[in-house]
């Protein structure tokens, strides 16, 4: 069976779960998903990668680190904040095909402090 060609070259899911304000998890909707979302779309597409789909998704899973956000094929995870973070992310993974390690998060990672602990270590 020969492989077929992606129709997309990678596909980005964002997180844009919201949950109560006082929920103990928190949400990537309340941390700033809402507006960075649209902003990564814009940006992806200013920067001509018409091969990149950028969708909202439900929750991930990973609400104590958000906002999150996942591209496959490659399953690369990460955090961001800002902005900035975004641009980091589509110039450094999507244009360069390199990792922003400093937004990255391991399999293992499900909490703050074990990111955190990581990053130090570095």
Same mark, same amino acid.
């Given at each position: 069976?020969? @492989?077929?060609?992606?129709?997309?070259?990678? /596909?980005?899911?964002?997180?844009?779960?919201?949950?109560? !304000?006082?929920?103990?998890?928190?949400?990537?909707?309340?941390?700033?998903?809402? =507006?960075?979302?649209?902003? &990564?779309? @814009?940006?992806?597409?200013?920067?001509?990668?018409?091969?990149?789909? +950028?969708?909202?998704?439900?929750?991930? =899973?990973?609400? !104590?680190?958000?906002?999150?956000?996942? +591209?496959?094929? =490659?399953?690369?995870?990460?955090?961001?904040?800002?902005?900035?973070? +975004?641009?980091?992310?589509?110039?450094? /993974? &999507?244009?360069?095909?390199?990792?922003?390690?400093?937004? &990255?998060?391991?399999?293992? =990672?499900?909490?703050?402090?074990?990111?955190?602990?990581?990053?130090?270590?570095?």
């Amino acid at each position: 069976m020969a @492989e077929a060609d992606l129709f997309y070259k990678a /596909h980005v899911f964002v997180c844009k779960n919201e949950r109560p !304000e006082n929920h103990p998890r928190g949400c990537c909707l309340h941390r700033g998903a809402d =507006e960075l979302q649209p902003y &990564m779309k @814009e940006r992806a597409k200013a920067a001509g990668l018409k091969s990149i789909r +950028i969708n909202q998704s439900g929750c991930l =899973e990973r609400c !104590e680190l958000g906002p999150v956000l996942v +591209i496959y094929p =490659e399953g690369v995870w990460y955090t961001y904040q800002t902005k900035a973070d +975004i641009d980091e992310i589509i110039q450094t /993974h &999507m244009v360069e095909g390199g990792r922003v390690d400093r937004l &990255m998060l391991m399999p293992d =990672e499900k909490f703050p402090e074990q990111r955190q602990a990581r990053l130090a270590a570095k």
